[in-house]
């Protein structure tokens, strides 16, 4: 009987510690996933600020102001919501 209960220990460890592995995948792709996520919104931002700051200067004739203006508004509103997913990430894991 000695031999089957330790081929029952040693068949709990492999479930336990396949468990553990497959957690931890699913961890590895969620911050990769939000890591894209958050990186591909910075870009987005910045670059509708850029376009909307180019037709503008097109239509009004002034050439680098709007760009600049519209660029750096675009830069802001990415670094929020940057830190708007950040502070939903937070308050998943707790």
């Given at each position: 009987?000695?031999?089957l ?69 675009g ?20």
């Amino acid at each position: 009987m000695s031999e089957l209960d330790d081929l029952k220990t040693r068949l709990k460890i492999a479930k336990a510690k396949l468990q553990k592995k497959n957690e931890n995948g699913k961890k590895k792709g969620v911050f990769l996933g939000n890591a894209f996520k958050i990186g591909t919104e910075f870009v987005a931002a910045i670059a509708v600020g850029t376009i909307i700051g180019f037709i503008l200067d097109n239509w009004f004739d002034t050439k680098p102001i709007l760009i600049i203006i519209f660029f750096i508004f675009g830069a802001a509103a990415g670094i929020m919501n940057i830190f708007r997913a950040a502070k939903k990430m937070q308050n998943l894991e707790d």
